[in-house]
């Protein structure tokens, strides 16, 4: 059976998943990445290592995200949102930081694997990470369960 997820239902899928894609496009081009996310109830946060991808959200702010959750071909949920990307800095970028820091610690405390975000001086040879918020403005989801 295929069916449309209820907004009670995408929410509860936005706070529980943990890897996310980020589409977005430019110069003719279309790139899917996939990012660690957290959700606050209205927006996706993340964080990013200088590249391709800063690149083309900051050119080009208007993105799409997609999560999913499959047991198996007949028997999934996914949800599609649709936002814009904002780089974030100071305070917003501080408090940004503290959300996926706290998702990560909560993935460290449940023994899963998660990479540190870095931040260095600006002397030092490593990137800099950018801290990124996409304000959601419209969601939508659908499942499939598999009949009996």
């Given amino acids: ?8 239902q995408i929410e509860e899928m936005l706070y529980t998943e943990m890897i996310g894609r980020l589409g977005c496009h430019a110069e003719g ?7 660690n996310y957290v959700y606050d109830g209205e927006c996706i946060y993340g964080c990013s290592l200088e590249g391709v991808k800063l690149q083309v959200l900051r050119a080009h702010p208007e993105v799409c995200f997609e999560i999913d959750h499959v047991q198996n071909l007949a028997n999934w ?11 974030l800095e100071g305070e917003e970028a501080a408090q940004a930081a503290n959300l996926l820091m706290q ?3 909560t993935l460290i405390a449940s023994g899963q694997s998660v990479h540190q975000m870095r931040k260095v001086d600006s002397q030092a040879t490593s990137f800099v990470s950018a801290i990124y918020r996409i304000r959601l403005a419209k969601k939508n989801g659908r499942f499939e369960i598999e009949d009996d």
């Avoid at 059976?1 to 009670?8: A, C, F, V």
């Avoid at 996914?78 to 814009?84: D, I, Q, R, Y």
């Fill in 77 to 87: 949920r996914s949800v599609m949102a649709w936002g814009t990307f904002e780089e």
């Fill in 1 to 8: 059976m295929l069916g449309k997820l209820s907004n009670t």
């Fill in 103 to 105: 998702r990560e610690m």
């Fill in 29 to 35: 081009k279309t790139y899917v990445y996939p990012i």
